[in-house]
């Protein structure tokens, strides 16, 4: 069973960058989806953003023009590039993968925004 590790979480001033890495035990070539979460304290766990395995990406409205996410299939590692971080970024990041039979998760980066 592929496990999924986040790393590159950690403290940053307001408008600062932070770029998110999720490294696959094993080959992501097979996950048809590949995403990053968020969960704020005392919040829900949201979508920040996904990726196809033909490379198409979506995010929701607050990641948009702030956020990137890609995937490297070689290096079994997806990506999140975070720019103009907001305080209300501030929250654990989980990876997230689908293949045709079961649901990955990692055990979440924590991400703080604050001068």
């Known amino acids: 069973q592929v496990q999924l590790v986040e790393s590159g979480g950690g403290l940053v001033q307001p408008g600062g960058s932070l770029r998110l890495s999720c490294a696959a035990s094993?080959?992501?070539?097979?996950?048809?989806?590949l995403g990053w979460y968020r969960q704020a304290p005392g919040k829900q766990r949201e979508l920040v953003a996904g990726i196809s395995n033909g490379g198409v990406t979506s995010y929701v409205d607050f990641a948009k023009g702030r956020f990137t996410i890609s995937r490297d299939n070689p290096e079994n590692t997806v990506y999140l590039q975070m720019n103009s971080l907001k305080p209300e970024d501030t929250a654990v990041y989980y990876c997230?993968?689908?293949?045709?039979?079961?649901?990955?998760w990692g055990q979440g980066t924590q991400v703080t925004v604050s001068s």
């Open positions: 997230h993968g689908k293949d045709a039979s079961l649901d990955y």
């Open positions: 094993g080959s992501i070539s097979t996950f048809y989806y």
